[in-house]
């Protein structure tokens, strides 16, 4: 049952910008960090940001988030061939007490 | 290296039960929160379960709340999850991730085991 709201699909061609968008409610990302996930087919999620903005070691700069608000927003830039994945949103929801994930987004490499 | 490995999926009837388990290694598995999140075929994440770091705190989402019991051995580095009653609605993979943060979601997840609720 997702709670945050993403477009289904995204496109690029390659060395474009794409961004996804990730839309909550106070519950949730009006009052907590936001994650981004990229899931690569048949594979786990893997963390891309978390704390809103913050990359991990490892994950390349071209990956950016930001949040405002109750809505929140993953850029990739320069975009590659192996960035074709299905990316997740993920905040902690207050009502719930547990994560709450985004509806996901398939993002192709035209 | 952080590792979760999952196992104990396979095919259920509906009612039937099924324990799945989960092994930590490369970090202090009794310092980590961790969480139960399933994907059921082509559909999104959707978190299942959370115990806290000695296993005395356990929250379920209302899909599973009186059907699945989760619970961890710190002495073997193992976290589990008993599930009871499934459902065809059940039928997802099941993934344990860890928690970096309190009252986050997870920073490093494992890579899921298969449950298949059918006749």
């Known amino acids: 049952q997702s709670v945050l709201t993403q477009p289904p699909s995204a496109s690029g061609t390659p060395g474009q910008r794409v961004t996804i968008s990730c839309s909550g409610s106070?519950?949730?990302?009006?009052?907590?960090?936001v994650y981004w996930y990229q899931q690569l087919p048949g594979t786990a999620p893997k963390l891309l940001i978390y704390?809103?903005?913050q990359r991990p070691s490892g994950v390349p700069d071209r990956f950016s988030g930001s949040k405002s608000g109750t809505s929140a927003s993953l850029a990739i830039g320069g975009l590659r061939s192996e960035d074709e994945a299905d990316y997740y949103c993920?905040?902690?929801?207050?009502?719930?007490?547990?994560?709450?994930f985004g509806t996901g987004t398939k993002v192709t490499v035209l | 290296e952080v590792q979760l490995v999952e196992s104990g999926g396979g095919l259920v009837q509906p009612g039937g039960s099924l324990r799945l388990s989960c092994t930590a290694s490369?970090?202090?598995?009794?310092?980590?929160?961790i969480h139960w999140v399933r994907q059921a075929p082509g559909k999104g994440l959707v978190w299942v379960s959370r115990?806290?770091?000695?296993?005395?705190?356990?929250s379920y989402a209302d899909s599973v709340k009186g059907r699945f019991t989760i619970s961890r051995d710190n002495a073997k580095n193992t976290l589990y999850l008993q599930m009871n009653s499934l459902r065809a609605e059940d039928t997802a993979v099941y993934y344990c991730?860890?928690?970096?943060?309190?009252?986050?979601?997870?920073?490093?997840w494992g890579q899921g085991t298969l449950v298949t609720v059918s006749s």
């Open positions: 991730a860890r928690v970096g943060d309190y009252d986050h979601p997870p920073d490093y």
């Open positions: 490369g970090f202090t598995f009794s310092n980590f929160w």
């Open positions: 115990i806290n770091t000695d296993g005395s705190y356990t």
């Open positions: 106070s519950s949730n990302i009006g009052s907590n960090y």
């Open positions: 704390r809103n903005n």
């Open positions: 993920a905040a902690w929801d207050d009502s719930l007490s547990g994560p709450v």
